[in-house]
């Protein structure tokens, strides 16, 4: 833990005064003096003298112009963390106060610190120039006495080098490169979750300020279950807090903090539950996203996510009866995309609900993290393998009731691995738990005592010859059919497949609370894992190799386990 800094200001020497007054004036040179003088006995130290010089000294932006910056409760909370000098990693709503007090110990830093270095790293320019911005605004409303020396003012950069003083905060866009390169006593992450290489930045940044003994503070609103943000928030907070020591830091060094809309004054839950009415309409995560009533409830939503309400109670296990029926759906990946067949089990008549099995990662994986491309407006050509396979069978089959997708096989590259059709044919037909008819004949398999059985297999109509090739080998399958017109029966080239594919699968995700209160998910410490680990990575290409190998191996033991 850093050791918290003591400020404790003294009368300037007669060289200082004898500057002051030829640069401010007699009254500029003794009001310092008077205000330093009673400073040094008690306010300017520790978080106390950080409160007072913000209610004194510092003015912020609001709708009645600049006002005196007094911290509420929970700025205050905030403030006696970052003063003692702890890591802070704090996950918030929209407008609770957070980045102002960020920005006020900032400059509270390079007010009473002669050396002293802070680098910002943002999600894009605009929002690093936003963050200088608000500092420059509470330095432009400082008393003249208080004011040090500009002398390097650009949308990026605030510099106060004069004389011994040496002091500076840059912020700039997150990147690959961003901060790598940059050295400082203090490292600020705004809107974490949507930095580009965040992992990477905190990789390079981290042990350098704590070689240094430095602090970092990252902190921001929710962008769902994925991403490095998430991450570092796991590996700090755990699940329920059972990484934390007695004094609530993690592993990483982190202090995790949970801001709730409730501790900015006025909001109660008539606020609360006008805001309800207005964002309802907007979105059904839009009132998580922006007031989270819990840290769960925080990681629920995600910007831009095509599958928003996909979460923890879409990941469980069923008990497979009699009363389902058996599809399989392949998506075709023989180069760089993944190769992708899912197995489901669908309970026609039944209320509409989804439900994923923790032993497919994969699918949970893509389910929280496919997304809207925000450049082009449409669904991103990745982490889509699994989704397109769900929604081939959506749209196909003309699910209604409940779809349990309970087994996968994901495999990047399958041809620079060694893989061909006939492998991928056998090696269907061997997990669904049928055997060779003839041990000389490729093409003729059977079912064996507990095999399953299928109502059909469905694949993407893209490639129509390898469809035909796995009906000669013994797996009845069809192409995913094309939008029709429901009242013509022509192909309706009007509507987005795609996305009336999400369409479908979203209505079966939002039924899921309606499903498991007439059937029993069985939801344990798998599945807390499953959510919390895998599908809140971005797995490397090596990472899901790995994966896909554990996949097979764990197979291969059950099979010769029988």
Request: with cysteine.
């Amino acid at each position: 833990m850093i050791t918290a800094p003591t400020y404790r200001l003294r009368l300037p020497s007669r060289a200082d005064r004898e500057k002051l007054l030829a640069r401010r004036g007699v009254q500029g040179a003794l009001a310092k003096a008077a205000i330093t003088e009673a400073a040094a006995s008690s306010p300017a130290r520790g978080v106390g003298g950080f409160t007072h010089w913000c209610a004194n000294h510092v003015k912020i932006e609001t709708k009645d112009g600049a006002t005196p910056f007094i911290l509420w409760p929970g700025q205050a909370r905030v403030a006696r963390q970052l003063v003692s000098g702890t890591w802070v990693l704090a996950l918030k709503g929209r407008q609770v106060g957070f980045t102002w007090v960020v920005a006020a110990y900032v400059l509270w830093r390079l007010t009473f610190e002669k050396v002293y270095s802070v680098v910002v790293v943002n999600q894009e320019k605009q929002y690093a120039y936003d963050f200088i911005e608000r500092v420059r605004y509470m330095y432009d409303h400082l008393p003249d006495w208080s004011r040090m020396e500009l002398t390097k003012d650009t949308m990026s950069l605030l510099r106060f080098w004069a004389g011994d003083k040496r002091t500076e905060v840059l912020s700039v866009a997150g990147s690959s490169k961003a901060a790598r390169s940059k050295t400082g006593d203090l490292f600020v992450g705004d809107e974490g979750s949507r930095i580009p290489a965040l992992g990477a930045t905190l990789t390079a940044v981290l042990p350098v300020l704590e070689k240094r003994g430095g602090q970092a503070i990252l902190m921001s609103t929710s962008a769902g279950p994925t991403g490095d943000f998430k991450g570092v928030w796991d590996a700090t907070f755990g699940e329920h807090g059972e990484n934390l020591n007695e004094d609530g830091v993690g592993p990483t060094r982190f202090m995790p903090m949970f801001i709730h809309w409730s501790e900015v004054p006025g909001r109660d839950h008539a606020w609360y539950a006008q805001q309800a009415a207005e964002l309802g309409h907007l979105s059904p995560v839009a009132l998580k996203q922006e007031h989270p009533n819990t840290i769960a409830e925080a990681w629920e939503h995600a910007m831009g996510r095509l599958f928003p309400l996909f979460g923890q109670q879409n990941i469980g296990t069923i008990q497979i009866t009699d009363r389902f029926t058996r599809y399989r759906s392949i998506d075709w990946g023989e180069t760089k995309s993944a190769y992708v067949v899912l197995w489901a089990a669908v309970l026609d008549g039944a209320p509409p609900g989804f439900i994923v099995s923790p032993d497919c990662p994969n699918t949970i994986r893509e389910m929280t993290a496919w997304r809207f491309d925000e450049a082009t407006g449409r669904p991103e050509k990745v982490n889509d393998h699994t989704c397109d396979a769900v929604r081939y069978l959506v749209t196909t089959a003309k699910i209604t009731g409940l779809v349990y997708i309970y087994r996968e096989v994901y495999r990047l590259d399958s041809l620079t691995q060694g893989y061909t059709p006939m492998k991928e044919i056998r090696e269907l037909h061997e997990l669904s738990g049928w055997v060779r008819a003839y041990p000389e004949e490729e093409r003729h398999w059977k079912p064996s005592r507990d095999a399953e059985m299928f109502q059909t297999t469905i694949f993407d109509r893209s490639l129509g010859k390898m469809g035909a090739l796995f009906r000669e080998h013994g797996i009845p399958c069809k192409p995913c059919a094309p939008l029709k017109d429901f009242v013509t029966g022509r192909t309706d080239k009007d509507r987005d497949e795609v996305m009336e594919g999400v369409r479908l699968i979203n209505n079966l995700i939002d039924g899921t609370e309606m499903i498991s209160k007439r059937i029993h998910v069985q939801r344990g410490p798998a599945v807390r894992k499953v959510l919390g680990f895998d599908a809140t990575e971005s797995l490397t290409v090596t990472q899901r190799r790995v994966l896909a190998r554990r996949y097979f191996r764990g197979r291969a033991r059950q099979r010769a386990g029988r």
